[in-house]
């Protein structure tokens, strides 16, 4: 039992008062509890930026095998060219290349394996029905570990006409010239 905490009334009186008894179920975060793991990037695909215009996004898990994992935390994952598609209810991921382990043996795994994704069935088929959709399509964007388990953030995304792309560049670099201007004028007038 936690000890009493004594307080006096306004008589001059002791009145004992009992702190708050604490959660048993686990809702309070103790003192000694770790805190949460940082995600850690292993790779961004950069180029879908330049040539989709992302709609949406939604984060996947992904079904490995062997020495796949090693190489992927050591940066040995290229995600360029890859997309991803919706077949018999499930999601694969194609053209993602994990190079081979390089302390692996004779059974490690095949660079360019079709990979599944692990997404929930309604998720599966809200992907399946815009998918469907004239001009969108499936593409990873990064890839990071959270708690340990291998992600992959996929988007539904639509491909750029080259005047978007062009607008697009034209948007970043007066942006940039405008952050260098302001950073400019607050250096020089100190």
Not at 15 to 40: D, F, I, L, Y
Request: charged share 30%; aromatic share 6%; proline share 5%.
């Amino acid at each position: 039992m936690p000890p009493s905490v004594i307080s006096w009334a306004a008589e001059g009186e002791p009145v004992a008062k009992k702190h708050a008894p604490t959660p048993t179920n686990g809702t309070a975060k103790s003192a000694s509890a770790p805190a949460e793991r940082p995600v850690k990037h292993f790779a961004s695909n950069r180029k879908a930026f330049h040539e989709y215009e992302v709609l949406e996004s939604i984060e996947a898990g992904i079904a490995l095998t062997g020495t796949e994992i090693k190489s992927i935390r050591a940066g040995k994952v290229n995600l360029r060219e890859s997309y991803a598609r919706v077949q018999n209810g499930e999601v694969l991921l194609y053209n993602m290349h994990v190079s081979p382990y390089d302390q692996g043996n004779i059974w490690n795994h095949d660079p360019m394996r079709t990979r599944k994704l692990l997404l929930h069935r309604g998720e599966i088929g809200r992907l399946a029905e815009k998918s469907q959709a004239q001009g969108l399509t499936l593409v990873p964007l990064r890839m990071y570990a959270r708690k340990g388990h291998a992600k992959i953030e996929l988007a539904v995304a639509r491909g750029k006409k080259q005047y978007d792309k062009r607008a697009s560049i034209a948007d970043r670099d007066s942006k940039r010239e405008l952050d260098r201007v302001v950073k400019e004028a607050y250096a020089g007038g100190r």
